[in-house]
């Protein structure tokens, strides 16, 4: 009897627990390198044990891209950059609205997140919040390359032979704003920014001696700059504050005309299944305690009152020693893209490309 007694209760246990596996959710994620650290991943599915976290790792283009093949199938939460979402919307309708009460907002910097909202309203309905927010600018050695101030240095002759850039467009925005042209706004008359990017690629392509090399990742870059083979680059700050702790002579240096600022989103996949989880994940996320291992692994800053204070105190450090206040309130957030702009884009880049064999 007890034998009994003790088969039936290893069958009911056995069945409960894969009851449970059958309920488990699975929260589809589809994000940057480094936003979604195993560490993480681990403390929040142990807070929540009935939901696991897939991750695939994109960038704005191809999340897009993914978004758009599927109509917005496949994933459940997705992490563009606030610029790369209106248009995106209105072209395919991938995302769907957020429930903003579902999202503890309160913690959030009211610019950053009045200034995401405003970027992706639509209707009326709101798309997405703010994660993290970073800047795209230069980096110089300033033992070897003191005087780099702006975009347009990295086509000095001094320095021939001994920059780098990446041939997407942050490059091409930053040479118009070096060029005394303000992309953002030409972006309301596309034959104007046309005739901007023509200019652009001209300066671009009679750059090229000065290239020692185009970056592709931060990998490159950094192993670039360590060596000394390249003085001056444009390049995310989040680099620029990593390689700051390896040589104190290597810093980031935002542009005269403004460093170009991101802010990376929180976005619902329109046909996505799991949005309850994917709104826990934000709340978990977006904790002081998850901030700082987050910002440990991507360089970047929280978009919550009080992010700056928990980075890393080397990144702190790298910060504080790249911009002041003035050059916090010079920054130039990227605008909304329109339809059309990223296809000019992308012919003015290949142009370079087959130009430099960059």
Wanted: glycine fraction near 8%; hydrophobic fraction near 40%.
């Amino acid at each position: 009897m007890r034998i009994g007694t003790l088969a039936g209760a290893l069958l009911a246990a056995t069945m409960l627990t894969a009851a449970t596996a059958a309920q488990a959710e699975t929260l589809r994620l589809l994000t940057w390198g480094s936003y979604a650290p195993e560490e993480v991943i681990k403390m929040f599915e142990e807070k929540y044990p009935d939901i696991d976290v897939e991750v695939t790792f994109s960038n704005n283009e191809e999340m897009i891209a993914k978004l758009r093949a599927t109509g917005g199938a496949g994933f459940d939460l997705a992490q563009p950059s606030h610029d790369r979402v209106y248009a995106a919307q209105l072209e395919y309708d991938i995302y769907k609205p957020l429930d903003l009460s579902k999202i503890d907002t309160s913690v959030m910097q009211e610019k950053l997140l009045d200034g995401v909202k405003a970027n992706t309203t639509i209707d009326g309905k709101v798309y997405s919040v703010p994660h993290q927010w970073g800047t795209s600018g230069l980096m110089a050695d300033k033992s070897k390359a003191p005087d780099v101030s702006g975009w347009g240095d990295l086509c000095d002759p001094a320095y021939k032979g001994k920059t780098s850039m990446r041939l997407k467009r942050t490059i091409l925005l930053g040479t118009a704003f070096s060029m005394g042209e303000n992309p953002f706004e030409a972006y309301s008359d596309l034959d104007r920014y046309q005739k901007i990017l023509d200019k652009v690629v001209d300066k671009l392509i009679t750059c090229k001696d000065n290239i020692k090399a185009y970056w592709k990742g931060g990998d490159d870059l950094s192993a670039l700059m360590l060596s000394g083979e390249v003085v001056a680059s444009e390049t995310w700050d989040s680099t620029a504050y990593k390689l700051y702790g390896e040589n104190p002579n290597i810093v980031f240096v935002p542009p005269k005309t403004g460093a170009l600022a991101w802010i990376d989103t929180f976005t619902l996949p329109r046909k996505g299944k799991a949005d309850d989880a994917a709104y826990k994940w934000i709340n978990f996320v977006l904790q002081p305690e998850i901030v700082k291992l987050m910002s440990a692994s991507t360089g970047a800053i929280a978009a919550i009152k009080g992010g700056k204070d928990l980075m890393p105190e080397e990144k702190k450090a790298a910060i504080n020693a790249a911009f002041t206040d003035a050059d916090i309130a010079n920054l130039q957030f990227f605008a909304n893209i329109p339809p059309g702009v990223e296809d000019m884009e992308g012919k003015a880049l290949e142009k370079i490309k087959a130009a430099t064999g960059g």
